[in-house]
């Protein structure tokens, strides 16, 4: 039997190619990098200024948010000022709720993005919407209707059309029928897809987007399957919104599109980061780099091809193997003077004893803080320092020695395995179901290589736990978005019982950090707060970069919590999707805060409203 993704080796999946101005995206092309302005669409000078950078940066397309048709109209000043400095770049025209908007758009952009979420879905309340057979199909004619001339324009000015779904986003049509659920996001898709079809239009390029790496991959695998099986092959677009900054941002956005990636889906990308958008360029552009090296080489199967059976958890997720045993992460222990500040820092105790031995240890075991009461995880989750071999020993773990290289065992003990230079795997018959795999690959091809592993392991139905060691050479920029690619890819689908970074290029410090982030950002291992921020646009009227530093700052100790920062109320309510806590532009200065998707309070000033957030955490009980 087939496996679906092609997860053994890397193969880019055909699909069309569509012509997007001067740049066309699909088929043979390269995997194109987009980013999108945060400037006003009225102020032409800031936004030509800003798609010149981007164009420099090495951006492939750039959005501009478009809500109304006075920006539409703008439109044409903008492109007319590009051409005067003789700068070329396709543009795309983002839009919400606004036909009328999109159809004027449709004269001067080479694509629009439309959200079938909002785009020709009025406002019907929750007790007009049916799920009944007859008025479901009545709603789909009316949405016929109305997207109809949209579609048609696009056909005769040869403009290419994005179907935008997000998870957060959803019509009150679908969620009536479907809930708010990845089949939702599908079925939003296939409408549009169906109408454009009918019409003879075929430019379209389609995206599943979510703030939650897991559901992202989940909706987009969904989608493919769902595509081939229906003989459709368009392109994809990939991204994880509002997925954040920095070193969080930058994981979570890796995590979702790189796993993907890695599976052969995606024509074009977007690391949709609270920053300024150029710097969202070079972070797309690295990622890209972990599909370069896999295309390099193809990685030379261990043995035959495994055969999954029918029987598995998922067909999209084959080997779903964790038995319900909680994720483990490893730190690579390179300074043993540095545990000392890890101590002083709060991190680590003493009541193991490692310290007594700790110069002539093998492996160090630590034991998390508490997470928050209001969490539902497992008390404690033991972290790992060095490749290590645990021990139950009443309620805690001792530092033990490992066993590695002759492959001998014991109950209890660790088997180092490298499947590079692994030949043959007879000795796994004489493991007990005891002992631990340290499992490492060539970091080139390592989801590829644990996932045929992990399909031999399903084939002698053994159930070992396994620590998937990375080891890298890389910088902690290329560190961060490999690893979170390749280990993502793994744990998202259950294989690994716990993670090891190993590079001699970070500190323990930052390892640490790094791993703990991985965990945090597919939803493994809550260690802080989970901010959910847009990256900003057009529409924006705060400074949110500045706005997510504050409430960072003010809530970091909040384990768990989940609080969106969102620029607008178009990726308010709906886009901040199962956020605690929202934070939401309103309007110039003015923000409205939600409890889940509940108003508490709007038009709060600006200046007031981290203040009035934090009041509301501390009458919840949460601080």
């Not at 998870?167 to 996001?185: A, K, N, P, Q, Y």
């Not at 230079?421 to 989801?447: C, I, N, Q």
């Not at 989970?530 to 970091?556: E, H, L, M, V, W």
Request: charged share 20%; aromatic share 6%.
């Amino acid at each position: 039997m087939s496996i679906y993704p092609p997860i053994f080796n890397y193969k880019r999946r055909n699909t069309r190619q569509i012509q997007i101005g001067d740049v066309p995206l699909g088929g043979t092309c390269p995997i194109r990098v987009q980013s999108m302005t945060n400037t006003p669409t009225l102020n032409t000078a800031a936004t030509v200024k800003q798609i010149t950078s981007l164009c420099h940066a090495g951006c492939d397309y750039v959005r501009l948010t478009v809500p109304t048709v006075e920006e539409a109209r703008n439109l044409k000043s903008i492109t007319d000022a590009l051409k005067k400095y003789q700068v070329q770049v396709p543009l795309i025209a983002d839009i919400h709720f606004n036909p009328k908007a999109a159809m004027t758009a449709a004269d001067y952009v080479q694509k629009i993005r439309i959200n079938p979420g909002n785009y020709a879905e009025p406002k019907q309340g929750k007790s007009s919407v049916s799920s009944n057979g007859k008025q479901y199909a009545l709603e789909l004619e009316k949405l016929h209707d109305r997207v109809s001339p949209l579609i048609l324009k696009l056909k005769q000015n040869g403009v290419a059309l994005r179907i935008g779904v997000n998870h957060g986003s959803l019509s009150e049509r679908i969620v009536s029928r479907f809930g708010d659920t990845t089949l939702g996001m599908v079925t939003s898709a296939l409408e549009y897809i169906e109408i454009a079809e009918h019409l003879g239009f075929f430019d379209l390029i389609i995206s599943m987007k979510s703030s939650i790496p897991s559901v992202m991959i989940r909706a987009y695998r969904e989608l493919v399957k769902t595509l081939d099986e229906k003989g459709k092959n368009y392109p994809l677009h990939l991204g994880v919104t509002e997925a954040g900054e920095g070193l969080d941002g930058r994981i979570k956005s890796a995590m979702g599109i790189g796993t993907l990636l890695l599976e052969g889906l995606g024509d074009t990308i977007r690391v949709s980061l609270t920053e300024d958008p150029e710097k969202e360029i070079p972070a797309a552009r690295d990622l890209l780099k972990k599909i370069h090296l896999a295309q390099a080489k193809p990685v030379q199967p261990m043995s035959q091809p495994i055969e999954i059976s029918s029987g598995s958890p998922s067909s999209l997720n084959p080997f779903f193997v964790r038995y319900g045993k909680p994720p483990w992460v490893g730190l690579h222990l390179k300074i043993i003077p540095g545990l000392d500040q890890w101590e002083q820092a709060g991190w680590i105790d003493d009541h193991h004893g490692w310290k007594k031995s700790r110069t002539a240890a093998d492996f160090i075991l630590i034991d998390e803080f508490m997470p928050a009461p209001h969490l539902s995880l497992p008390q404690k989750i033991p972290v790992f320092v060095k490749p290590t071999a645990i021990q139950p020993h009443g309620d805690h773990f001792e530092i033990i020695k490992s066993f590695s290289g002759n492959h001998e065992t014991s109950d209890n003990s660790v088997i180092t395995v490298d499947l590079q230079t692994s030949s043959d795997f007879l000795w796994l018959e004489k493991l007990t179901s005891s002992t631990l795999l340290l499992v490492t690959a060539p970091t080139d091809h390592f989801s590829y290589y644990l996932r045929h592993f992990q399909g031999l392991l399903n084939s002698k139905g053994m159930t070992l736990p396994i620590i998937l060691w990375y080891r890298s050479n890389e910088a902690m920029d290329l560190l961060s978005l490999f690893s979170a690619a390749d280990l993502g890819s793994l744990l998202n689908d259950g294989i690994g019982h716990g993670i090891l970074i190993d590079s001699p290029r970070i500190s323990v410090a930052e390892t640490m950090n790094l791993s703990f982030s991985l965990l945090q950002a597919g939803r493994l291992k809550m260690t802080r707060p989970d901010y959910i921020s847009c990256p900003s646009c057009g529409r924006t009227q705060y400074n949110i970069q500045a706005t997510t530093q504050r409430i960072r700052d003010a809530t970091s100790h909040l384990t768990g919590l989940k609080i969106a920062i969102m620029g607008c109320m178009v990726n308010g309510p709906g886009e901040m999707a199962d956020a605690d806590y929202g934070y939401v532009g309103a309007g110039p200065g003015k923000i409205t805060l939600y409890r889940k998707k509940e108003v508490v309070e709007k038009n709060i000033p600006e200046d007031k409203a981290v203040e009035k957030l934090v009041a509301l955490i501390k009458a919840d009980g949460l601080w």
